[in-house]
């Protein structure tokens, strides 16, 4: 075998021991910042819904109403929606700006907002224009 095979074989050797040490640190020690925040963690957090650039409109009619969301029925396909809302979501009725209390179910509403990348049923609301309110 000549000097220069050995040094290719020993060359490969190295780059595979080195994958494979990599690979194992990897693996047994997990990313600290995670495990730390998870593991100590007394409160459950709600993840963040992944927003995608476009808005959309959806208008529906409120099924269901609950901790700063909300379930639609859109009007013309029968489906449903959950809307998420937060401190940035604008209300507006009739009479002029509202606020999230002012809700009920069976009221005609507009949303437009940003449907979550993991969740085609699930969005985060802009804006929420209520059309026809119930008495």
Do not use: C, W
């Not at 002012?102 to 449907?115: A, C, Q, T």
Request: aromatic share 4%; glycine share 6%; hydrophobic share 45%.
């Amino acid at each position: 075998m000549t000097i220069k095979r050995l040094l290719i074989i020993i060359g490969i050797l190295l780059i595979l021991l080195v994958g494979v040490s990599v690979y194992t640190l990897a693996v047994l020690l997990p990313d600290t910042s995670q495990s730390s925040q998870s593991t100590f963690s007394t409160t459950p957090t709600q993840a963040a819904p992944t927003i995608i650039s476009s808005a959309q409109r959806f208008i529906g009619t409120i099924q269901s109403l609950g901790n700063q969301t909300f379930v639609i029925v859109l009007a013309n396909q029968k489906k449903t929606i959950t809307v998420n809302v937060n401190d940035k979501t604008k209300y507006t009725i009739q009479n002029g700006s509202a606020t999230f209390r002012d809700l009920k179910v069976g009221e005609l509403v507009e949303v437009r907002g940003h449907p979550d990348s993991m969740d085609v049923t699930t969005m985060l609301a802009v804006s929420i224009i209520v059309k026809q309110a119930i008495a």
